[in-house]
């Protein structure tokens, strides 16, 4: 039936290709690829997906789509939604941003809804992922920074009106995707409209099992610019999206309505003089509204638990560019502030008179950030030195952290203020040794204050492993200290092969750990106890990423990448568990950290026909086993996979382009390292088997 | 005009709205020889508690309503005679979503309850 409906939508695209055959217009073409953005003056390592790669993936989300960027995978709980890790750094160790700045707080403290999952994928015109703590321009920046550029209004010479409009269908889970957007204007005001629908059932993994995977997501998005003198542009944007009935097998509840609305100004001015070059200011404010429940589960038969809650985030960013002779110069400074409150309320549905309870999931908490960064660059001959320091001022506080149950206090903590001044700093260099060869090395220090989790989670299971936690008001700042070395081979009838290596030794790690039951007790059934944040020594973490492209001005071309990381904890504690108790613990050497994916590489081989409008392209990736696994997280160890997919694009003419392909065309039935296990005994939560897609872009 | 006339259709499909799915709940209580006290979840979400007399096991007290996906159920019943039995249902869209019942027991409630299940 579903091979029925592709081939029906297929007959519709030459039926409508014959209809625009009399259509013909030269269209320049680019090619899908992991970017390396190593020209623009950095020293460290950069790699970005365009809007032509992201049309060519089956991904429905942001962080699935950037699962393709080397070193970047996903913790996965459900269909709709891939948390981003950056080699090995997760959740808030990641400054993930809207535009170059606003940010986005979600409602989950599951993280079904991290940053990402609040964006469109088909509103993105670029994703950029920025590895390690040298970007400090961007906020506080711990582990990598990854900047979701959305597609925005832009000035016209002359008045122009463009409507475009996508369809996708995906098949095996009857995902069905829709776009419509409308933007024109002249040289003093412009704008755009656009609207996004995505509705995808369950799929079926590769033993053809059912995964309660669904989801409902609509956006639109309204922006109005201006630019009433030359050089000076400002933007008004204004997002409201909706997630309803994200299906989450991994966690204990799926999200039920998230309403969230975007609204942000943008203001950039540049060549204000000779030496005064670029001046950029944004104010920002995220709402999210987030409900959740447990009623697709089992144990709403007699508990129905369902979450409210709102999370705010606003801010601004400013700073200025400054060109002094060779050196280049820009100070800047950023503010965020974050505010979260929510009630999970239980119902007992089995007693006669149905009693129903609140708990404050988050009491009225806030975290401020003030930033101050200034960033030096400067050429001498073949080398690029570029260097930056950033001194954060972070402050949090919190209504009572409170939790009773019939009546009885069963945690209470009333020191819950915090304050902190963070420094961070990087210093890099580029040598350019020949046309062909160049070479950088970048140290870096990334401070984090902690986040709303970490500080004041009050008893949920939250983590990878089976505990309840709680957060600790007075955990200390995370630093990241890392060292990168890169080298680029650039043959102009051979490639590009971009190769290298980071060493990053984390101090004050945050982690978990064990608290006895007369500091707290569990809360959630089944769990082997509560573990609380707190600030370990330190671990640290060193891995490799290798790229290879073939030469742009060919027709054939090929593409390989591969990436590792290792994370090791030289000393931590294992838990002994007995009959679901702890009964003990033991002393744990070099322990491999939790959720790392293992090594893996892609190989991808395409051919352009007719100057680059057709473009079919095969793609192999091979995931090793991962068998460095944490004792003390009690991880398991997943297999290997290896996968064939296929893709193709087509340019039909200037209005009309086709994407298509197969993936998982074995049908193999697989599961990522990082995807969290099925809650409920069921285990693990594979990854869709066969689907067909295809996507239709119009252009008017 | 060509162009615009091919696109439409998608704007149609882009903006077509879905209306929520509803289904039809109904509480029913049977067995009853002379009659129970039942409390309930009403359409509004409120809470009833009704004194129903029966004349026999044959009679029938029934509450129906139009719910959405995910609202709470909920109906509980108990009665004083002890030769007495009940039994308590909650039907949606004409299916025997869950049941209870009981004999001879004038302590403890029937209660029957849940979310009306996703599609």
Not at chain 1, 47 to 58: F, I, N
């Amino acid at each position: 039936m579903r091979i029925l409906k592709f081939i029906t939508v297929l007959a519709s695209v030459i039926c409508i290709n014959v209809a625009f055959s009399q259509e013909d217009a030269d269209t320049l073409i680019s090619l899908p690829s992991v970017e390396i953005i190593d020209q623009q003056g950095r020293t460290y390592s950069v790699h970005s997906l365009e809007r032509v790669d992201l049309e060519l993936l089956p991904a429905s989300d942001i962080g699935g789509a950037m699962r393709s960027i080397p070193n970047v995978s996903g913790i996965r709980k459900g269909g709709a939604v891939s948390d981003p890790v950056v080699r090995g750094f997760k959740y808030s160790q990641l400054n993930v941003q809207l535009n170059n700045g606003q940010k986005i707080e979600g409602g989950c403290p599951n993280r079904m809804d991290p940053a990402t999952a609040h964006i469109d994928l088909d509103d993105i015109r670029s994703l950029e992922v920025i590895k390690g703590p040298f970007a400090l321009r961007y906020g506080p920046n711990f582990g990598g920074v990854i900047n979701m550029k959305t597609i925005r209004p832009v000035p016209q010479k002359e008045f122009k009106l463009n409507v475009g409009a996508m369809m996708g269908y995906e098949s095996n889970w009857n995902g069905f995707k829709n776009r419509l957007s409308l933007d024109g204007g002249n040289d003093k005001v412009f704008f755009s409209l656009s609207g996004n629908l995505k509705k995808y059932g369950n799929y079926q993994d590769g033993n053809d099992n059912e995964v309660k995977s669904g989801f409902q997501k609509y956006n639109y998005t309204a922006q109005l610019g201006f630019s009433p003198f030359q050089n000076n542009y400002l933007i008004l944007s204004y997002d409201q999206s909706y997630g309803r009935n994200v299906l989450f097998p991994s966690l204990p509840m799926d999200e039920r309505e998230d309403d969230t609305k975007l609204f942000s100004v943008d203001y950039k001015a540049t060549k204000i003089s000779d030496i005064f070059s670029a001046f950029n200011a944004k104010l920002y404010l995220s709402d999210v509204s987030h409900v959740m429940d447990n009623k697709n589960r089992s144990f709403s038969d007699t508990v129905v638990a369902v979450s409210d809650i709102q999370a705010r985030n606003y801010g601004f960013r400013l700073d200025g560019e400054f060109d002094l002779g060779l050196n280049r110069l820009v100070f800047g400074t950023d503010y965020e502030h974050i505010l979260k409150d929510g009630t999970r309320t239980k119902t007992k549905i089995l007693e006669p008179s149905m009693p129903s309870i609140s708990e404050k999931l988050w009491n009225d908490a806030e975290i401020q950030n003030n930033g101050l960064f200034v960033l030096y660059s400067r050429g001498f001959g073949n080398f690029l030195l570029d260097a930056a320091v950033r001194l954060d001022f972070n402050r949090a506080n919190s209504g009572e952290l409170k939790l009773e149950k019939m009546g009885q206090e069963v945690y209470s903590n009333t020191d819950v203020k915090s304050s902190f001044t963070n420094f961070s700093a990087s210093a890099g260099g580029k040598y350019r040794f020949s046309s062909k060869f160049s070479l950088s090395f970048s140290l870096g220090r990334g401070v984090r204050s902690p986040d709303m989790n970490e500080r004041y989670i009050i008893l949920l299971p939250i983590g990878y492993d089976n505990y309840d936690y709680l957060g600790n008001p007075k955990l200390e700042p995370e630093a990241n200290n890392e060292a990168d070395l890169k080298a680029i081979l650039d043959f102009p009838e051979a490639g590009i092969i971009e190769g290298g290596i980071f060493f990053s030794y984390v101090t004050n790690f945050i982690t978990g750990k064990l608290v006895p039951e007369s500091v707290a007790r569990p809360q959630t059934k089944g769990v082997y106890g509560v573990k609380q944040f707190y600030n370990e020594d330190y671990v640290f973490l060193k891995g490799f990423e290798l790229i290879y492209e073939s030469p742009m001005n060919k027709s054939w071309g090929a593409r390989a990448r591969a990436a590792y990381t290792r994370g090791v904890n030289p000393e931590t504690t294992k838990y002994i568990i007995e009959n679901g108790e702890v009964t003990g613990s033991e002393v744990v050497k070099n322990d491999p950290l939790p959720e790392i994916p293992p090594i893996e590489g892609t190989v991808e081989v395409f051919y352009r026909f007719s100057n680059g409008r057709f473009v079919p392209n095969l793609n192999l990736r091979m995931v090793a086993a991962q068998n460095n696994i944490s004792e003390s997280y009690m991880e398991d160890k997943t297999p290997g996979f290896v996968l064939l997919n296929f893709n193709l694009m087509y340019q039909f003419n200037s209005y009309l382009k086709l994407t298509a392909g197969v993936s998982n065309i074995f049908d193999k039935a697989y599961y990522e390292h990082l995807n969290r296990r099925i809650i409920g005994g069921k285990g693990n939560l594979y990854e869709p088997g066969r689907i067909f897609y295809l996507n239709l872009y119009f252009n008017i | 005009m060509k162009r615009i006339i091919l696109i439409l259709p998608l704007i149609f499909i882009l903006f077509s709205c879905q209306k929520e799915k509803e289904k039809k709940v109904s509480y029913l209580i049977t067995k009853s020889v002379s009659g129970f006290d039942v409390n309930y979840r009403t359409v509004n979400g409120e809470f009833q508690k009704e004194n129903v007399v029966t004349a026999s096991a044959q009679d029938r007290w029934e509450y129906d309503f139009i719910a959405e996906e995910g609202d709470i159920v909920f109906v509980s019943a108990i009665y004083k005679d002890i030769t007495s039995a009940i039994t308590v249902q909650i039907i949606i869209d004409g299916k025997v979503y869950k049941q209870g019942s009981s004999s001879q027991d004038t302590v403890r409630y029937v209660t029957v309850s849940g979310t009306v299940p996703y599609e």
